[in-house]
């Protein structure tokens, strides 16, 4: 998008609370809290949200401040591609990039999907995430989750804990695709320890298993199964450093600062020979959207933020037989 129309921004800050805590390494988190932005040109208008970073201290305070920082500029008449030099990385960028893409829709009368040169948008499978708990407790989430249904465990870190979780949900559930997502919680000799433990309960891909900074300790590691770097990888920058560390790149449009350096990232990892996920910051349905675009390119979809909310946005995207649907009237059309 590319004009010098005035345009008016309006910032919302909205939350959504949790139906139960949701536990990962290091962090409970009872609910979300968006920034809402949305773009006119007295006409039309686009909305997006932003759910931010909370490793990054990307919250709610830190977007309103960056969106405000640009509203001059914005509101000026600059565009989509402006904002990227105009803006850093992060939920604030995502809200109003997302908003960018919307309001073209509108102006153009044509899907974003067909603006970003996408195919026709198609249900996905996408994964559904267990929080840490006991070992018991996550095994009965298990059998509560949709049966057709990729699963994602939250890991701790704890070494012990972790093997013993896994272990109960996969006799709980014997032939479901289960990843795991350490956020962090283990250092190289650990990591060491958990690997036969994830052969053993054959866990597909393995995410974030150190700490964002500790890359190099990756460098000449065995990956028995796939890893996929999210914390590691948060803007196209950082994807080149993947090649060698990890085998999957997990893009966040809240990371990245939009769908416009998402589809970018994406396509830089292709070209890199690394696989493609797409991950999600809790975000309500106006998140899962633009990102359910990206997933349309993506090998693995991690979208399922929305069920974790004791209340979503309507209409929202809906999940059953293991797929996330995206009806049209939620977003980009």
Avoid at 25 to 51: K, M, Y
Avoid at 178 to 197: H, T
Avoid at 219 to 236: K, N, Q, W, Y
Avoid at 290 to 308: A, E, M, R, W
């Amino acid at each position: 998008m590319n004009t010098k129309t005035r345009l008016q921004l309006n910032l919302a800050v909205e939350r959504f609370a949790y139906h139960q805590p949701f536990r990962i390494s290091g962090h409970v988190f009872t609910e979300t809290q968006l920034l809402v932005a949305e773009l006119s040109d007295g006409e039309h208008s686009g909305r997006g949200e932003g759910a931010g970073v909370y490793y990054l201290d990307d919250d709610i305070d830190h977007m309103l401040a960056e969106a405000e920082k640009a509203r001059e500029r914005i509101e000026a008449g600059a565009g989509r591609e402006e904002l990227q030099n105009l803006m850093p990385p992060g939920g604030a960028r995502n809200a109003i990039d997302c908003a960018y893409w919307e309001l073209e829709a509108r102006q153009k009368g044509r899907p974003v999907w067909e603006l970003a040169g996408l195919d026709p948008p198609r249900p996905l499978p996408s994964t559904m995430t267990l929080g840490a708990a006991e070992p018991s407790a996550m095994a009965q989430a298990a059998l509560a989750l949709d049966p057709d249904a990729p699963v994602k465990v939250k890991l701790t870190g704890e070494l012990k804990l972790d093997i013993a979780r896994l272990s109960a949900i996969r006799a709980a559930r014997p032939s479901v695709w289960i990843g795991v997502d350490a956020n962090q919680g283990y250092s190289p000799d650990s990591l060491r320890e958990l690997l036969p433990a994830l052969l053993e309960t054959r866990i597909a891909l393995l995410e974030q298993p150190l700490k964002r900074g500790a890359e190099e300790h990756l460098d000449g590691f065995e990956r028995p199964l796939p890893f996929a770097a999210d914390e590691s990888a948060v803007t196209l920058a950082d994807t080149a450093s993947m090649v060698g560390r990890f085998d999957i790149v997990n893009i966040k449009l809240d990371k990245c600062g939009g769908l416009t350096e998402g589809l970018a990232i994406a396509r830089e990892a292709r070209s890199l020979g690394l696989g493609v996920m797409v991950g999600n910051m809790m975000g309500t349905s106006l998140s899962m959207a633009p990102s359910y675009l990206l997933g349309q390119v993506c090998d693995v979809v991690d979208l399922d933020g929305p069920t974790f909310l004791a209340n979503d946005r309507r209409p929202g995207v809906t999940y059953r037989e293991g797929m996330i649907h995206c009806p049209s009237g939620i977003w980009g059309w």
